[in-house]
């Protein structure tokens, strides 16, 4: 499926003003106004709480315990970009610590979205450097096989392609195809000035069963009331 | 087993202030108090530090990817009410966020149970709306199938009958039976005198093994000590 | 493979100060200078953020769902010791909250590694007394079965001698055997030294290719660049 | 939520017939003629191929890593009886092995429904004593603490109450409560007969699109296509 | 990251004799030949021992506990494919069972591969329809929401574009663009002549220490035998 | 925790019949000889059904992903070993495959309990040679890292010294210390005669109550019993 020992230099990245403006809206939003779809797998968090982050993928496809092409993808690494490391069997080895973070942060990466396992993360959020992870752990790993950089990847469940828009936040991990990112920030948009009045009205004490128009479609599919 | 379709209007709650007073005991102390049983799985966390709400349940049953249903309980909530939701089958998807959260918080819910995920736990914190789940997803949901309100429902292990008080906190998530809360209340209230006297020892430097007087139980049990 | 019903008074404890020092290095610095060996499994997690401790360790054997032995143990904790609970079967119960909390602490004991559940977690946060542990849980636990205290144990996939060195922080709990505490504590400086320049390094911009001398070793590999 | 240390020998069986025509139809359909209820969690796997079973429910309530109460429960098992077990915690252990399944199958009993561990497999298939678990496992229990026989218990996520059928094979474990199993029998039975005839078309090649008659509400659902 | 509600009727189909000889060498022989890439995760698992299949991939996207699309895409099944379904959201439901089954198999669908559950797998088996799936659940789903069929689908974290070879054994399931699958297969042969060489070696008592002659690279690498 | 790089040549093992006769009694048994120590996690399983063996232990520590080490302890096996394969960190990979057991077999090994995965298990099934492990897996591995042979290992939660016996079948694997094996025997053999006199009883309608006495102690502990 993947293919190895490559590294593509040139890859079309999404604009990273949609990129900066889908984070805004958030994981959940952008996840909406794309049918429900491109969300990592759940188990993807944040080592610290709060994080939040958006920019364009560069991608790297590692082997187990091994962070040998870490290095590599650095060098790819554009200011706004967000590094997204899928790895080719299930390891949650700690591939990436203070010193890739240091290197990663000096070329301008935004962020790591990690299907794997990281340390030093005291370091990490000191250095407000944040990352997404499946795991945490002290444990290191070697430098002996090839993998890819900026190849398209599966990771953590959800298809990258290197310059697509990434969306990370408490809630999760989300990716726009690059081709598609315009127009999911117009429906995120929309999206969101609609729901600002919902809140209100819900705050006020208005159902949803009413505000959404629910008593009737749920009549007719048998609900039933008991005193 | 769950009968589908169905809104339960009438409730016998607990007395809300024996839920306040459970409340300030914590999980520990009251499953201690009920015998060691009542407690919901341990995969059941509170998505932000250091939550904490007691209250009256009022149950959901949700089918998977589903939560046309968290629209129907929102009306039956009343003040000092705890959402309770289980789920048809297991499923992680974010079945509430800020919207349900607005509309439950203004109907006086004090917090949300749910077998499921959660999203937008940026702004329940900021909210300060307090919800234990079994995972946090962006991952919205459909409004499909009918589930039922009040039942009597099965959540993270936990027989969960209407009306029942709900204990949660950093240590778990409890149920005590309506009938028998007061009487919890009592035991809880008598566990919690006797440890403050039990603390003070041990913080002196008195051994568990002399206080609770072990050492001819564990000699009788075969215990040896050797040098 | 455990000898039950025993406990052993008499350990040799690896030099305290050398614990200390090795603590102040971290887990991943220790690990690593270990020849990456002699980490718990990953899914050990401080019960509050930013918990860090290292001593020497006492150990002791739990039956599932009996938490007798944590008594037997308060006895023989020394100040500086850090209390290493294995379990004979997966059981995520409660085994220890405030109480035994207030009697190690009172002991001496700077922290508790367990291969099992605690509670009471927010007042251990109160007290600072650090626990890492496999899962949070209110479910108290009975006592009727003997273990062992201070006999090797497995805890969370590694073996634990008594006296060992423990390093525990966010990244995860690590061994150290006495034996070889102080060569460990020399590799871990050594390491350290190092990478504070090339932390420098790595900061101002130079690629971790460059640095390491990465680009021969990888084009042997055979790293294609494609533009 | 349990009553502990007690235990009920008088029960209301549902009709042995119904719960025999039940198993008959298979876990898949009785689950289906429930409106999808019932069904345990998937985790409950038969310890041998192509295991079937249906009875009336016999419940017991074990502590973690304690079978006691399984020779309490014996002598409440009445020929065409299924034995089902919870635990007040998730655990593996091996509370059942060869010894039991001979005095089980002594008194009549059908299978052994078990939300946790069991052993002496090799056993139970040469026997003929079918059991559902949650785990295969060699490790032994202790007896020191009260659970209950014949109280309402929660087992892999399914509410059973003393009396119930259920109905278990490779597909999962169904439970059926009494006072519905003759009315789940009668739409088990028309599902069944329905079945039949649709199994014919589709043999036949004609498509489920338009036995269903799907094409148009797939239409108007907005489904393109594509060539 | 999906199109959602499209059907693709037109898709290239790699050659389905390669796909039938891939086959004979199995998942392991074929993933080595791909450079140790294409594997879905180990959780993938046959119904029933001993199953094998080899076709050409028809994809289908399904929403959690919604089997619609399945029969949609049984109408785009020609004689010697393999469904393979991916699910929006994790979910053990039971989307698949003897009536789909027998549908697939009439329209010549060689196998199905399901990234969720599936039941009746005692018929599955009496049919001799194999399926590779995460689950065995007699939970049944509903028919509400579209998916897709024919795009390209993360299933398994696998990649699987339609048209691709499936090649489905004991040891998993391997995903072999249909772009390589003829390099691929020239690949597989090599390296399987090669191994009954050695196999006959291994058999008469030749180390793989000699055999690869991998003594001086070991000693190279540090290793040293202790009598 | 572990010397790395290291081939211990000289172990001293077992007594081979006592091995073969523990085997007899199978794992659970030899389990509760043992006063219920010594078994591996439950997760641990046979690749084919009622596969069974016992032997002497020869270790390996393996390296994520990397298989370099089960050459060099290929050598080291004599007729009558069991291999023991630890692994660094959590790792599904398949280490082992047809290739590796032919050599294995052809070495004398009666086994290979492994806490990773391994592959070609319709082969190792044809061959009849047993393997326990974590996971089956088609993922292949490399050679680069060094490990070690025959040093005591921690594989599955358990602690292996070589020369262990190893007792392994459907219900797990259980390590008998190499000194306390003649002891464990004789145990095995007294618990499992007296096994056969307590089968025949309860076969016969005895109940445990009243052939373990059971029903005064439980009255003591406070049984209540409902009609």
Redesign the interface.
Known sequence: ??E???????IARADGQVADKLGEY???TV??A??????M??YM?PV???AQASGTAVTVLL????N?M???V??QIRPGDIVVAAV???????YF????A??F???GAKALIIDG?V????VLEQMRFPVWSK??????T?????GSVNI?V?CA???VNPGDVVVA????V??V?AATAAQTLDKAAAREAN?VQ??AK????V???DM?Q?REP?QR???????
């Open positions: 499926m993947y190895l020992g490559v590294v593509y230099r040139s958030g994981s959940a996840h909406e794309m049918g429900r779809t491109g969300l797998k759940p968090r610290y709480p709060r082997q187990p315990g091994d040998w870490m290095h590599v650095a060098e080719t069997a299930d390891c949650t080895d700690g610590g203070d010193l890739l240091t290197s942060q000096a070329r396992g340390r030093d993360v005291r795991a945490i752990s002290a444990k290191g070697i430098k002996a096989t090839l398209p599966v469940g959800a298809l936040d408490d809630d999760g989300v990716i195809p729901e919902k809140r819900l705050a006020s004490g159902l949803g069963l959404y629910m749920l599919a048998g609900l039933r009331y008991i005193d």
